[in-house]
Structures are given as structure tokens and as C-alpha cells.
């Protein structure tokens, strides 16, 4: 099976503007959940999607957002881009929802610098 | 805040030692899993041991859980160049459904 894709893989954005970032799950997997990793808050829960209901919220603005559609696959959308959004964006899949119940597998990584 | 806090924050080895990373967390949990991230890719699941689980193995790893003590450790023995990488445990509370990483636990083995 192939794994979780993300694309892009690398992305440069200038403050205030808005990026959108595309996550292919494993197929079959129905959960994707989002997570950002940055050198000062480590990684950090975004949110997660099952069947395309958001299921799961982390502690971020209402600048991020996410959606899922019918095969899964899902987009997270960050608007009105700060220097601080710059980080590596990293989406995982699993089979069931509850992110924390489940092995979730990731992909790669979109890496957003925001100048 | 994170949940879960690794120690050593960083470690150096030499190929064919074993390397031991431990996890302390501050709330009651269903599971815990780890796993390791090779220079800002993606993670890759290492392995999960749920709260009535006190050890578990997966080839050259064994993980251990102390739910009294809130911690848990991973054990990579005979380790190799490649096992150099980021290794985070991340822990899901039991009122959450979400996973909630650690700070991470560098290793760097050497040949």
C-alpha cells in the first residue's frame, strides 16, 4: 500500500497571505489528523477528521482549518499567515477515529516558511 | 503543554551499545506510543503499550510502562548508525481522544 502523501513538500508564503496544504491518506484509513511541529512548541494536535466531520480540535486560532472529503483525503487551510506559522505540518492516518487510540501513520511533512 | 517530557533531552552513543530514552507524563492514560523521526521527515510508529500493559518487545526495542510512577521508558538494544534520529512518546489522556507529544529525545549513535 502506498503511504500517506503530502504535497507540497515545501512551501514559501509571505505574512498574510494564506496557504492551503493536501494530505492523501493510506487507503482505507479514514481518520487524518494534523499536527504542526516547530522547534519551540514541538508537535503539536491540530485536529482530526473521520467520515469529513472534524472529530477532534487542538488550542489553535481560528486561522486554521481543515476539511475532508468522500475518499478521505484532506486539506488544512491556514489564513492571514504570521512569521510564527512557519513550521513543519505533518498529517497521519488511521483507520479508526481517536487519534490516540489508533497506531497513525504519518506522512512526510510540508515544510511552510512564512516570510 | 505537553504532556509528556523525555530525559535525556539529547544522547550520544557508539554502535552496539543500548540506548535507553525515558518519558514521564502528568495525567492517566489509555496508551502510550512511541516513535522516532528521522531529521524533520515524517514519524514512524514505533510501537504502542496500553495502560494494563507493563512491557512489551518489538525486535531490538522493549518499552516498559509505570502507571503509578506516570513514565515509561524505550530500550533500543545493540543500536546502529541508523537508529540515529528523534525519538517522542506521545501519550493519550484519558479524557481526550487527542495524542499529545513529548519534547523528544535525540539520539545520535556512532559507528
Known amino acids: 500500500k502506498a503511504g500517506v502523501t503530502q504535497t507540497p513538500r515545501y512551501l514559501i508564503k509571505t505574512r498574510g497571505q494564506q496557504v492551503t496544504l493536501s494530505c492523501s491518506p493510506i487507503s482505507g484509513h479514514r481518520s487524518v489528523s494534523w499536527y504542526q511541529q516547530t522547534p519551540g512548541q514541538g508537535l503539536q494536535f491540530l485536529f482530526e477528521y473521520f467520515s469529513e466531520t472534524q472529530r477532534n480540535k487542538g488550542n489553535f486560532p481560528g486561522r486554521f482549518s481543515g476539511r475532508q472529503f468522500s475518499n478521505s483525503r484532506s486539506e488544512m487551510n491556514v489564513s492571514t499567515l504570521e512569521l510564527g506559522d512557519s513550521a513543519l505540518y505533518l498529517c497521519?492516518?488511521?483507520?479508526?477515529?481517536?487519534?490516540?487510540?489508533?497506531?497513525?501513520?504519518f506522512g512526510p511533512g510540508t515544510r511552510l516558511t512564512v516570510l | 503543554s505537553q504532556q509528556g517530557e523525555e530525559d535525556p533531552q539529547a544522547l550520544s552513543i557508539q554502535e552496539g551499545e543500548n540506548a535507553t530514552m525515558n518519558c514521564s507524563y502528568k495525567t492517566s492514560i489509555n496508551n502510550l506510543q512511541w516513535y522516532r523521526q528521522n531529521s524533520g521527515r515524517g514519524l514512524v510508529h514505533l510501537i504502542l503499550?496500553?495502560?494494563?500493559?507493563r512491557e512489551k518487545h518489538s525486535g531490538r526495542l522493549r518499552v516498559t510502562l509505570d502507571t503509578s510512577k506516570k513514565s515509561s521508558s524505550l530500550l533500543i538494544t545493540a543500536s546502529r548508525a541508523a537508529d540515529t534520529a528523534s525519538y517522542f512518546c506521545?501519550?493519550?489522556?484519558?479524557?481526550?481522544?487527542?495524542?499529545?507529544f513529548g519534547t523528544g529525545t535525540r539520539l545520535q549513535v556512532f559507528p
Open positions: 506521545a501519550t493519550a489522556p484519558h479524557n481526550t481522544d487527542k495524542l499529545i
Open positions: 497521519a492516518s488511521s483507520t479508526q477515529w481517536g487519534a490516540a487510540t489508533d497506531t497513525q501513520y
Open positions: 503499550i496500553r495502560s494494563n500493559e
